[in-house]
């Protein structure tokens, strides 16, 4: 596609059930990151993957989190058992190589905003 | 450990006025260095990518500079306007094939009348 597109936009789901995040990068980026944004706050690394494999999953919270990647492209965020304290705006983005290349640029999806209540 | 620190964590200013946002970051090998900005309720968008060869990098009323020697970089914003409120985000590319992009936490800007 033109851009990285993440659905849902938005997200309202009732406190304890599993949701889903889905992220189409753009084609051809080997690189794919996810970042969740809380209300006022910076970006808050969750985990990065080179084609199917995720070198840095250092960033999520919890075992609650899980994030798998399919045919080098689309990936699924998976939040188990949610709470309220999940409640954020899920960021995709996605590069190129995702390191060494000298002018590579991540592109950002527009988020879902997940509010768990 | 490779990190990005961006300060300071939320400015106000009034319109007209300029400003400067801090990078630093302990990021080696480095390949290159964006700043992002992030409208509310929008993905980030690239401003400006300096190699570690550039020394500054201007996007109309935006300039970057970088001083790979101290590993700080800046983002000045001239004659700032009201659509220049939003976060702006340092990120570095280690020159290390497989590691992610290091991204800091950015810094909020709020442009007043």
């Known amino acids: 596609g033109a851009g990285v597109s993440q659905s849902p936009s938005n997200k309202v789901t009732e406190k304890g059930k599993d949701v889903e995040l889905r992220c189409d990068p753009i084609?051809?980026?080997?690189?794919l990151y996810w970042y969740r944004q809380s209300l006022g706050q910076g970006l808050e690394f969750l985990i990065y993957?080179?084609?199917?494999?995720?070198?840095?999953k250092s960033g999520l919270p919890s075992d609650r989190f899980s994030a798998e990647r399919t045919g080098g492209s689309v990936s699924t965020l998976t939040i188990q058992r949610t709470q309220q304290e999940d409640s954020a705006v899920y960021l995709c983005?996605?590069?190129?190589?995702?390191?060494?290349?000298?002018?590579?640029?991540?592109?950002f999806g527009q988020g879902t905003r997940l509010t768990v209540v | 450990k490779n990190q990005v620190e961006q300060s300071p964590q939320s400015l106000i200013i009034l319109e007209g006025k300029n400003c400067t946002l801090q990078?630093?970051?302990?990021?080696?090998?480095?390949?290159?260095l964006r700043w992002y900005k992030q409208d509310t309720g929008r993905g980030p968008v690239s401003l400006t990518i300096?190699?570690?060869?550039?020394n500054t990098k201007s996007n109309g009323r935006y300039t970057a500079t970088l001083d790979a020697d101290t590993k700080q970089s800046s983002l000045h914003i001239t004659a700032s306007q009201l659509s220049d409120s939003a976060s702006y985000i340092c990120?570095?590319?280690?020159?290390?094939?497989?590691?992610?992009?290091?991204f800091g936490k950015g810094t909020t800007l709020s442009v007043s009348s």
């Open positions: 983005a996605s590069s190129f190589a995702g390191t060494g290349a000298p002018r590579t640029e991540a592109f």
């Open positions: 084609s051809g980026h080997t690189a």
């Open positions: 993957f080179q084609g199917n494999s995720a070198p840095d």
């Open positions: 990078c630093n970051y302990t990021v080696s090998p480095f390949s290159n």
């Open positions: 300096m190699t570690f060869s550039e």
């Open positions: 990120v570095v590319n280690p020159n290390q094939a497989g590691t992610a992009l290091i």
